[in-house]
């Protein structure tokens, strides 16, 4: 295994996602690949935004870097050296797998719920869609 | 030439705007005759239409008035008094295009030809590419953003006249054929007097505030969209631009086009909603206000103090007047359009001017 990849959003379930991959990664000596992916604003923020002089871009580019170095620092902390950060956008789903393509990872680790009940019902559920479609093994943590 | 500082521009509504005008103006200023005499024209084709419409008015109190007394005669002079009063509204709406599109194409011309000016003179037009934040996709500041800060503002000030002088006009005819309205309350009669004014005031101000109440974001929505866009289509002409892009800078291009695309569909998300929430009121008040101009004068009517006539003549009153109410609530997306455009067109100035003031500079340094 050369390379696994850690989808994040910085939930709970997903610290448990990176805590597994982080663990595989140091066992295997695979490099750690740390993904979120970006742009989920509720209208009431792009509301407040609206109003201030707060630039949307800018706004999602450093939440998505504050979950990435939290998870950075949790891989690190296993003991996980040869860590890359990346920051995908859009659909979770189709962003996921657009990223496993690209890095040509061996492994995908992802939490089993980061959307709310509701939108998982009306949507599918992300990890569902992964394990699905994503052109490599996937591990689901719960 | 020494290479520039990276400059950045912060600026303040206030200032943007300025600077908007003072070049905007060039137009009025150095071709006053052109101006005036299209100025000229367009206020004569509005208070023509206004007299048509108070025209139009009354036609429909007088053929509504024959049919009630079943003068068929009447009925027959009104139908054929309609083709010319039809075929004068009809000419005049062309003429307002007509008009209208003339000093917008003149007003753009002169703008245009004035950025352009100042953007390829000693270089600058490279220049700026490398050194201005703020500045980006001067292409489209100087082609689109130019068009619709000159659009806007001959639509919207000639709809805002229009809007005045209507409400002004048919304030007179919803007092004359209102009149007062005797009102029982609490056991004592009270009579107000043009209580159609008083009617369509209250309506008014009650469908406005309701917009207002369901629409406030809707202006900097539009406005961060607009600016959204601008920043994806910026991006996408760096993309393009690399000239020989590394993997790396390759991937970290593609992230941010992907990061600019997702702002602007969450600014269209957003939009959408503020739309759906203006539209529940937009479309309620075109349902409401016949019906509650209708209702309004109903008491008199069927106390037999208004004829058929006047009912129609004071409903149509009652929704022209609130419809000239309307203007701000129905040219919000235009303002908030002509403020983004004309807030980038600003921009590009500055840029050009801070360029050129750091010429200067150099100049006196070298000398």
Same mark, same amino acid.
């Given at each position: 295994m050369h390379r696994i990849i850690v989808a994040t959003d910085g939930s709970t379930t997903a610290n448990r996602a990176i805590d597994a991959g982080a663990s595989l990664a140091k066992a295997t000596g695979a490099d750690l690949i740390l993904l979120t992916i970006?742009?989920?604003?509720?209208?009431?923020e792009l509301r407040t935004l609206a109003d201030t002089a707060g630039d949307l871009s800018d706004t999602m580019q450093s939440a998505a870097d504050k979950i990435l170095k939290q998870a950075r620092r949790r891989a690190q902390r296993l003991g996980v050296r040869s860590i890359t950060l990346k920051t995908g956008w859009g659909d979770p789903g189709d962003a996921i797998i657009d990223a496993v393509q690209r890095s040509k990872a061996d492994l995908l680790v992802v939490g089993r719920r980061g959307q709310s009940r509701l939108s998982a019902l009306l949507l599918g559920s992300v990890s569902q869609k992964l394990a699905s479609f994503a052109p490599c093994a996937v591990m689901v943590v719960p | 030439m020494r290479p520039f500082q990276q400059i950045s521009l912060i600026l303040d509504e206030r200032q943007l705007l300025t600077r908007f005008w003072q070049a905007a103006s060039v137009f009025w200023r150095t071709q006053t005759g052109r101006a005036a005499t299209l100025a000229v024209f367009l206020i004569a084709v509005v208070l023509l239409q206004l007299l048509v419409q108070v025209a139009l008015n009354l036609w429909n109190r007088h053929f509504f008035d024959a049919l009630e007394r079943k003068d068929a005669a009447t009925v027959w002079l009104q139908a054929q008094l309609f083709v010319p009063l039809a075929a004068g509204s009809i000419l005049l709406a062309a003429a307002s295009v007509w008009g209208r599109m003339t000093a917008q194409r003149s007003w753009r011309e002169a703008l245009t030809l004035h950025v352009i000016e100042k953007w390829?003179?000693?270089?600058? %037009?490279?220049? /700026?590419?490398?050194l201005a934040r703020g500045s980006e996709n001067?292409? &489209?500041?100087?082609?689109?953003? =130019?068009?619709?800060? @000159?659009?806007?503002?001959?639509?919207?000030?000639?709809?805002? #006249?229009?809007?005045? /002088?209507?409400?002004?006009t048919f304030f007179g005819v919803l007092?004359?054929?209102?009149g007062s309205i005797d009102v029982n309350a609490f056991g004592r009669s009270v009579t107000i007097p043009g209580y159609l004014? $008083?009617?369509?005031?209250? &309506?008014?101000?009650?469908? @406005?505030?309701?917009?207002?109440? #369901?629409?406030?974001? /809707?202006?900097?929505?539009?406005?961060?969209?607009?600016?959204?866009?601008?920043?994806f289509r910026?991006?996408?002409? @760096? $993309?393009r631009q690399e000239p020989t892009p590394q993997n790396r800078h390759q991937v970290d291009r593609r992230e941010t086009l992907h990061l600019k695309l997702q702002a602007v569909l969450l600014?269209?998300?957003? #939009? %959408?909603?503020?739309? =759906?929430? @203006?539209?529940?009121?937009?479309?309620?008040?075109?349902?409401?206000?016949?019906?509650?101009?209708?209702i309004l004068c109903a008491p008199k009517y069927l106390s037999g103090a208004m004829s058929l006539g006047e009912l129609t003549q004071a409903a149509a009153a009652f929704v022209v007047?609130?419809?000239? $109410?309307?203007? #701000?609530?129905?040219? &919000?997306?235009r303002l908030a359009d002509w403020r983004s455009s004309a807030h980038r067109v600003a921009t590009l100035l500055l840029a050009i001017d801070e360029l050129e003031a750091k010429e200067g500079n150099e100049k006196k340094a070298t000398s």
């Open positions: 970006g742009g989920s604003v509720t209208g009431a | 390829m003179e000693k270089d600058r %037009c490279r220049q /700026l590419n490398h001067p292409e &489209y500041r100087i082609s689109v953003d =130019v068009r619709i800060a @000159t659009d806007a503002p001959i639509d919207l000030s000639l709809a805002f #006249f229009s809007s005045i /002088l209507t409400a002004f007092w004359t054929i209102g004014v $008083f009617g369509v005031i209250l &309506y008014s101000g009650m469908i @406005t505030s309701l917009m207002i109440i #369901f629409g406030h974001h /809707l202006t900097s929505v539009i406005e961060r969209t607009n600016q959204a866009e601008a920043e910026a991006a996408a002409d @760096t $993309f600014w269209w998300r957003e #939009f %959408c909603w503020q739309l =759906v929430r @203006t539209t529940l009121v937009s479309h309620g008040n075109f349902l409401f206000a016949p019906v509650v101009a209708w007047v609130q419809g000239a $109410f309307n203007w #701000f609530v129905d040219n &919000y997306q």
